[in-house]
């Protein structure tokens, strides 16, 4: 029986560094997100991020879509039920939730369809490149339902809460080049393109400190995630700054190599 969730090491070409490829495997349901993929992808999640060689992990679907959301099918039983959808909703939560957290770059690669349980996982990545076949929608309406994945929450900081409510109102999907105008992506290539694109992305993340990038992240995402003004997002800014570059010996490496006109060595330490 297939992996559900599979994952391939692409190597960077920098030492042992790689990019890990996290592929959901249902191509023929288009990569449905049911619980036992939420649990999976959050344990698959987890364990790259404490890889050390590991410095982006990517996350896309197999065949022709990204993943088309919920698994309806599945659905009709476990909407019925009082104590384990509301589980459900929280797991899948805790899984995209932590993603944020996380001291490296986690990105969406979409190919194809991405709409419910699918776009939300792209809202929790840090970005994300589409293919030229993506369609990119929230979807939950046309079919009775709503999101329950952080889209309603997620989705109007994205790209607007005008253009949120016509995304969710109509359930219209976006071509790329509309998404990326809206900023819900960052790039777009064609479908051959898609998974170099996030190696080369990878590759100039590998070129940098992973103390430094992972600093970098928690900064950036804790005034989007907590909601902090902007002088305590400041604070945090100066404090972390201050004490990457107090105590790091990759802050000192990296000034040393601008001085000695070299590539830097970085250690993460």
Not at 220 to 241: C, D, K, Q, S
Request: with cysteine; glycine share 10%.
């Amino acid at each position: 029986m297939a992996e559900i969730v599979t994952v391939e090491r692409k190597a960077l070409g920098l030492g042992d560094t790689v990019m890990a490829l996290v592929t959901m495997n249902r191509p023929a349901e288009m990569n449905p997100l049911d619980w036992d993929t939420v649990h999976r992808l959050d344990r698959v999640f987890s364990d790259l991020a404490a890889d050390a060689a590991v410095r982006v992990v990517a996350v896309t679907g197999a065949g022709t879509a990204f993943s088309a959301g919920g698994d309806m099918k599945k659905y009709r039983k476990l909407q019925r039920d009082a104590a384990e959808f509301p589980q459900f909703l929280a797991d899948i939560h805790a899984m995209f939730g932590r993603i944020a957290h996380y001291p490296k770059p986690y990105i969406a690669l979409v190919n194809g369809v991405a709409v419910a349980g699918g776009i939300e996982l792209i809202l929790s990545c840090d970005l994300a490149f589409a293919a030229e076949s993506a369609r990119i929608g929230d979807a939950h309406l046309p079919f009775g339902q709503m999101g329950g994945g952080g889209v309603l929450t997620l989705l109007p900081r994205a790209v607007g809460p005008a253009r949120a409510r016509e995304l969710i109102f109509t359930g219209r999907l976006l071509a790329p080049a509309e998404a990326l105008d809206w900023g819900l992506v960052s790039k777009v290539v064609p479908d051959a393109e898609l998974i170099e694109a996030g190696v080369s992305f990878a590759r100039e993340v590998a070129k940098k400190s992973p103390l430094a990038v992972g600093n970098a992240k928690r900064v950036l995402n804790a005034a989007l995630e907590e909601g902090t003004g902007v002088p305590a997002a400041l604070r945090l800014e100066r404090e972390v700054t201050a004490r990457y570059c107090l105590t790091s010996s990759d802050a000192h490496e990296g000034l040393q190599a601008f001085a000695e006109k070299r590539k830097p060595n970085f250690t993460g330490l």
